[in-house]
């Protein structure tokens, strides 16, 4: 009974979304993104970094080897392109789930997985990923599985590296491997990555010239740093001090914060924890991390609801579906003229993500190099 009451919810939920698309009539601007994305790679790349879609004005912001991978979208009608990526981002929160269960270490049971997955599809990050079209589910089910693959699997890493290939921001878990002894996989998931480059150079060699030597470092490209859009420290800072280009003092912070997220997760006691603290690091770094990039809330509440921090998981849960930083004026540059006291409510996921480096960093290492050894083989 409780199967069939968990396979219902979550048609419930599933359908409930749908319905609303449907009757908001969600442009799914990312799509339309990467149909365009798809159709330059086949005519050849060497307008993949000069079109813009949709009313927003949207370039392409990927490295060519993600183009090549969005081709097949060029091939379907744009309706039908839709509900494929509208379903398929529904099943993929269905697997995150999964893959985070087992990051934490949790018995994940079809009905659970249809309970929870019920519920997440409503968070803000998943809803925004979903609405939008984006591939942020791609992206962390192809690090989850890669990194909950049994220690010595054949090949651990190089999803991971095409993880990295695809959208960039992964890369930080290489170095996580790294830090953490693990020099092979490390070394599976440059290869991957490397293999990413030199796959979109072969096929599209005008277009990774592009990317690689000029777009890549054009961040105006990807959006307006300091919108409510942008869940990064650099978005915090820029709102807090009411500055569009707030430069070193992002900067200098950002390195702060990396060597603090990546040095809490080397210590961490668990896979799970070190695994969610890169992750976030990751985000807060990131000059740009919309709000729709941190749908990693769904392992962390995995690993909190491990841990047996039930009151944790409430709070968190809350949080990523208040959403509080729409509530907020933010037309125009009004981002940039909040008060003080609205600060905290533009900026939820950054806050939390140095809120979870600071304790990670208050709190004892793996007791002992065997625990580490075991943990990291």
Not at 33 to 61: I, N, S
């Amino acid at each position: 009974m409780r199967k069939v009451a968990a396979y219902l919810l979550l048609a419930l939920s599933a359908s409930a979304f749908v319905a609303l698309c449907a009757v908001q009539h969600a442009p799914m601007a990312d799509v339309l993104v990467y149909r365009a994305e798809g159709a330059a790679a086949a005519g050849g790349g060497r307008d993949l970094y000069g079109f813009t879609v949709t009313a927003w004005q949207l370039p392409a912001t990927y490295p060519p080897f993600a183009a090549l991978l969005f081709v097949p979208t060029s091939w379907l009608p744009l309706p039908l392109l839709k509900a494929v990526f509208l379903l398929g981002n529904i099943a993929l929160t269905g697997l995150l789930v999964h893959l985070s269960c087992r990051l934490a270490g949790l018995r994940s049971t079809r009905a659970a997985v249809c309970l929870v997955t019920s519920g997440a599809l409503w968070l803000e990050p998943v809803f925004q990923t979903v609405l939008f079209g984006q591939i942020n589910l791609v992206v962390a089910c192809l690090i989850l599985w890669d990194l909950t693959r049994p220690a010595g699997a054949r090949g651990r890493g190089i999803a991971l590296g095409v993880a990295a290939g695809i959208k960039l921001t992964p890369a930080v878990f290489v170095v996580y491997l790294l830090l953490t002894g693990r020099r092979r996989e490390a070394m599976c998931a440059a290869a991957g990555c490397a293999g990413t480059v030199v796959l979109g150079a072969l096929v599209l060699p005008y277009a990774s010239w592009e990317f690689w030597t000029r777009r890549l470092y054009e961040t105006g490209r990807v959006g307006k740093a300091w919108i409510v859009d942008n869940q990064s420290l650099q978005g915090l800072i820029a709102r807090a001090l009411h500055l569009a280009e707030p430069g070193l003092l992002w900067a200098v912070p950002a390195v702060l914060a990396a060597l603090a997220g990546l040095y809490a997760a080397t210590r961490a006691r668990t896979e799970a924890r070190g695994v969610a603290l890169t992750a976030f690091t990751a985000l807060l770094v990131s000059p740009i991390s919309w709000s729709h990039h941190w749908v990693w809330c769904v392992p962390l509440l995995a690993v909190l609801w491990a841990e047996g921090h039930r009151r944790a998981v409430l709070a968190v849960a809350l949080l990523f579906t208040a959403r509080t930083m729409w509530l907020l004026p933010h037309q125009g540059d009004l981002d940039l003229q909040l008060a003080w006291w609205e600060q905290p409510l533009a900026s939820p996921y950054p806050l939390l993500g140095l809120g979870l480096v600071l304790v990670a960093l208050r709190q004892p290492s793996a007791s002992s190099s065997s625990a580490s050894t075991i943990r990291y083989a």
